[in-house]
């Protein structure tokens, strides 16, 4: 018999009892796959090369897999992000390696995009507000005057991005009659035009919209990117909204514009440090809505990321190209080619 296919999962998908963090990640089908040994590894971030040493695969929550988390005999094929934000993975590593790495926006499409729906009309209906009115009783009811919500007919909607998530935004607000437009300058041109959105520059979009939606991956390039110029040409009436990654917005320049009311408001599922310092100023704002970077966290949510790593990583075992791989480029190569000959002769294709 030949030798297993053995699949590590990081240490944070457990708890410290040992229980699944996330039960409805449903791992009987890498259980039961013939050929397939599963286990977990210690909490260490970030990973270590050793201990991988024993493994075809990775399927990785928040640990960071880097550099020194490659083992040099080259065993690991395949690292399976449990979504699609990869930056605490080294991609360069991966690819040097032979490594491919997975991600999966078909797990995480609708959920994100959900949650950017669920903040902006949390925001424009001051949900917030109105729920704490409610709380005070007859004084409260007696001041829900002053608090009118945005209407969003014919208002501006503009996403940073308008990649998996941000094209699914737009999908889901098709009924909402608002304007849509996008900044991104690797957009997909055809897909902008057939889901009614206009691609404008960076200025424009802030200038123009009356949301600001931001779902771009945070890189070199996307870092601070909104910042405190950047806020100052938006309206005062305007909301921003972040549930990409906390460093693409500067922090300090986006407190001061809410804090000075320059902007409406903020609906923000990632911040600058996670988790924040209790004593953060952002903290105290009670123009923001937050979330623990968690506001997409649904069974659903945790259901399909789990089910695309499991058919990334068994594709891989029995030699078949994963779907959704970041670097491609390993793909092509001989080594790639001749491992996955491997796994089709060892497991069957
Ligand atoms: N809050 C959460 O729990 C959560 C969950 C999943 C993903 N995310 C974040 O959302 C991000 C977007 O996810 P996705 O699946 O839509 O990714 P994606 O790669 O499909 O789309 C990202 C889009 O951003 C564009 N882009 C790149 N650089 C840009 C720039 N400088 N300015 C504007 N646009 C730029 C790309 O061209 C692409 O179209 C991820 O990178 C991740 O960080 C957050």
């Not at 229980?19 to 039961?32: C, G, H, I, R, W």
């Not at 880097?66 to 992000?81: I, Q």
Request: with cysteine; net charge neutral.
């Amino acid at each position: 018999m030949s030798a297993p296919f053995r699949v590590a999962l990081s240490g944070d998908f457990r708890k410290a009892d040992g229980s699944p963090v996330f039960p409805d990640f449903d791992l009987a089908p890498l259980k039961q796959a013939p050929g397939v040994e599963m286990a977990y590894l210690d909490p260490v971030n970030p990973l270590r090369a050793d201990q991988l040493a024993d493994f075809d695969a990775l399927i990785l929550l928040a640990h960071r897999f880097a550099k020194e988390s490659v083992h040099p005999n080259g065993r690991l094929a395949v690292v399976a992000r449990f979504g699609v934000g990869y930056d605490t993975v080294d991609v360069e590593a991966c690819t040097k390696a032979g490594i491919a790495l997975v991600i999966t926006p078909d797990g995480i499409r609708r959920p994100v995009a959900v949650s950017i729906v669920t903040l902006m009309l949390a925001l424009t209906g001051k949900l917030m507000v109105k729920d704490r009115l409610t709380r005070e009783g007859p004084p409260g009811f007696a001041r829900k005057g002053e608090h009118m919500g945005v209407g969003l007919v014919g208002r501006t909607l503009g996403s940073i991005g308008i990649g998996n998530i941000g094209a699914e935004l737009f999908r889901l607000l098709k009924p909402f009659d608002m304007k849509f437009i996008a900044h991104d300058p690797y957009a997909d041109r055809k897909l902008a035009a057939e889901l009614g959105v206009e691609l404008v520059g960076l200025e424009d979009l802030f200038r123009r919209a009356d949301i600001v939606s931001v779902s771009c991956p945070l890189s070199p390039e996307t870092h601070h990117l909104v910042n405190a110029e950047r806020l100052a040409l938006m309206k005062p009436t305007a909301y921003f909204i972040n549930t990409a990654r906390g460093p693409i917005h500067d922090q300090k320049a986006l407190t001061k514009a809410l804090q000075e009311r320059r902007i409406a408001g903020a609906g923000l599922d990632v911040l600058e440090q996670e988790p924040p310092d209790p004593n953060d100023p952002i903290l105290k704002l009670d123009n923001v809505i937050f979330a623990p970077h968690a506001l997409c966290w649904t069974d659903q949510c945790f259901a399909g990321n789990g089910a695309a790593d499991v058919k990334a990583v068994l594709d891989v075992q029995h030699g078949r190209e994963p779907r959704l791989v970041v670097n491609k480029a390993v793909l092509a190569t001989e080594a790639w080619k001749k491992r996955m000959a491997e796994f089709r002769a060892r497991f069957g294709g």
